[in-house]
């Protein structure tokens, strides 16, 4: 099993490019998530999906969204980037049903905006 | 909103030496607690997590971490630090406002080990 893999791992975009962030999973969870971490703010949930076709708002979602149209593939994109959405993100996934379940991380990507 | 606190951003232990990482949550009832760690350029992996029962929790790697409802704390320890520790730790809480979907993790701790 791959587990979580995350496309690409490095992005460098201009100012107003968009792009997607591609996640995938092989351990048929029910849950996935997108997060992004900064320095010295851990991490933070953009949006995340309880099931396939499935999608709700994290606590900073501004700036991107999401679709999950098969059960094993999340994506996040970002429509026109700015600079502060320099980060590194992760995706995670886990089996469901509440969070006790362990989340499981991807490697993440690191994307700088100029 | 729950929240949760991890007040020391770094931690310096001398390779043997003990550690504890100090957590503290803010949340009504009883919450569901984790600890994740994250080795440079890694995803987070959990060491362990708690919901009911004993309040002692053994995780991987040799951590344990202790619930004290009544400090709302949860606090991350090994007996003897190894150099492959050196990593930054997150702790975490399920958040009640998702239906419990989702967590909050605190803005970590990174732990230096020296020889």
């Known amino acids: 099993n791959a587990g979580v893999t995350q496309t690409p791992k490095f992005r460098v975009l201009k100012t107003g490019q968009s792009m997607t962030l591609l996640c995938a999973q092989d351990?048929?969870?029910?849950?996935m998530y997108w997060y992004r971490q900064d320095p010295g703010m851990g991490l933070r949930l953009i949006h995340y999906?309880?099931?396939?076709?499935?999608?709700a708002k994290g606590e900073v979602p501004d700036g991107y969204n999401v679709s999950r149209l098969k059960k094993q593939n999340f994506l996040l994109g970002l429509e026109s980037a700015a600079p502060s959405q320099t980060s590194v993100y992760f995706c995670?996934?886990?089996?469901?049903?509440?969070?006790?379940?362990?989340?499981?991380f991807g490697p993440g990507t690191r994307l700088t905006v100029l | 909103a729950q929240s949760v606190t991890q007040p020391d951003i770094h931690i310096t232990v001398s390779e043997g030496a003990s550690l504890e990482l100090r957590c503290n949550y803010s949340?009504?009832?009883?919450?569901?607690l984790f600890w994740y760690v994250q080795s440079p350029g890694q995803g987070l992996q959990l060491l362990l997590k708690?919901?009911?029962?004993?309040?002692l929790v053994q995780g991987i790697k040799g951590f344990e971490a202790e619930f004290k409802r009544s400090q709302s704390s949860f606090n991350l320890r090994k007996p003897s630090v190894h150099w492959s520790d050196a990593a930054e730790y997150f702790c975490?809480?399920?958040?009640?406002?998702?239906?419990?979907?989702?967590?909050?993790f605190g803005k970590g701790t990174m732990l230096l080990v020296s020889p």
């Open positions: 351990m048929n969870h029910e849950y």
């Open positions: 975490a809480v399920g958040d009640m406002n998702s239906g419990y979907s989702t967590l909050t």
């Open positions: 995670a996934s886990s089996r469901g049903l509440n969070s006790y379940n362990e989340q499981f």
């Open positions: 999906s309880v099931g396939e076709g499935t999608t």
């Open positions: 949340y009504g009832a009883t919450p569901y």
């Open positions: 708690y919901f009911s029962g004993d309040t």
